[in-house]
């Protein structure tokens, strides 16, 4: 499926074991041929703060049906780390990462009362596409509990 949100090279490991920031780094943990919810190839990273994992980071790579509900790109901190700016630091980070992959635009969902991410979408450069997008009754997002997704595009 062609789409203005996929990138170039989809299943092709750029060297990027760790990348190093000013404030983190980022570790890679694993890239899955096929991620775990959807079958999208994928990084995964820990965020490490003067080496020590604060969180995880993970960009998918392409577009299919399930990338207005999963998005390219998921994070999430420890809870005694948040609120200092590390997922905005780490977000910044992987869309470099992005930009290498041939991406010129990424999708970031989130639940429409997560302010926190919603608010680092949107520091990041990101704008609503979608508010209250439904998620498939089907799809696992449902099943937990989680009804709509606000869609989010971030320009690169």
């Given at each position: 499926m062609v789409s203005l949100y996929d990138c170039m090279m989809h299943e092709k490991l750029l060297h990027?074991?760790?990348i190093k920031g000013p404030i983190l780094d980022l570790k890679l943990k694993v890239f899955c041929v096929r991620d775990a919810i959807d079958s999208l190839p994928s990084y995964h990273f820990d965020i490490l703060?003067?080496?020590?994992?604060?969180g995880m980071i993970a960009l998918r790579l392409g577009y299919d049906d399930m990338t207005m509900i999963?998005?390219?790109i998921g994070y999430s901190i420890k809870k005694e780390y948040q609120g200092h700016g590390y997922s905005y630091y780490a977000l910044d980070m992987?869309?470099?990462l992005a930009k290498e992959h041939g991406y010129s635009r990424l999708i970031v969902t989130a639940e429409p009362t997560n302010l926190?991410?919603?608010?680092v979408v949107l520091k990041s450069g990101g704008?609503?596409?979608f508010e209250q997008h439904d998620v498939p009754q089907s799809h696992t997002y449902y099943v937990l509990g989680i009804k709509?997704?606000?869609v989010y595009e971030i320009l690169l």
């Open positions: 990027k074991e760790y703060l003067a080496g020590i994992p604060i999963h998005g390219h992987i869309k470099n926190r991410s919603i608010k704008r609503l596409l709509v997704l606000n």
